[in-house]
């Protein structure tokens, strides 16, 4: 079982409010950096299948069941998500900023 090591901020300031960030295995960190899967605005994750079947193709893709189990899948919702408009649309704004997918709605 993996657990929780590493918290990805957003921002360039890379501030600790709780809209900045999500919790990531070291894996998932790793990959959600180089862009393999992006997080929508509607929290659902993505996963960049170009970029997984040239990691195939280059036989380098050992473990890949380990992004594409969440494809499609949302992730949990954190608590503040109905409870605080202003905190869900900064957190909106910095998966989209992250994705490089501002107009995805």
Same mark, same amino acid.
């Given at each position: 079982?993996?657990?929780?090591? /590493?918290? +990805? /901020?957003?921002?360039?300031?890379?501030?600790?409010?709780?809209?900045?960030?999500?919790?990531?295995?070291?894996?998932? +960190?790793?990959?959600?950096?180089?862009?393999?899967?992006?997080?929508?605005?509607?929290?659902?994750?993505?996963?960049?299948?170009? *970029?997984? *079947?040239?990691?195939?193709? /280059?036989?380098?893709?050992?473990?890949?069941?380990?992004?594409?189990?969440?494809?499609?899948?949302?992730?949990?919702?954190?608590?503040?998500?109905?409870?605080?408009?202003?905190?869900?649309?900064?957190?909106?704004? *910095?998966?989209?900023?992250? /994705?490089?997918?501002?107009?995805?709605?």
């Amino acid at each position: 079982k993996t657990g929780v090591v /590493s918290k +990805h /901020s957003y921002s360039a300031h890379g501030r600790d409010d709780v809209w900045n960030g999500v919790a990531l295995c070291a894996n998932h +960190h790793r990959l959600f950096d180089a862009r393999r899967f992006v997080i929508l605005r509607d929290l659902v994750v993505r996963v960049d299948f170009e *970029a997984l *079947a040239f990691l195939r193709e /280059s036989q380098r893709a050992d473990g890949e069941e380990l992004l594409t189990a969440f494809h499609d899948r949302p992730i949990l919702k954190p608590r503040f998500w109905n409870s605080s408009v202003q905190t869900r649309t900064r957190m909106i704004q *910095a998966f989209e900023h992250a /994705s490089g997918l501002a107009a995805v709605a």
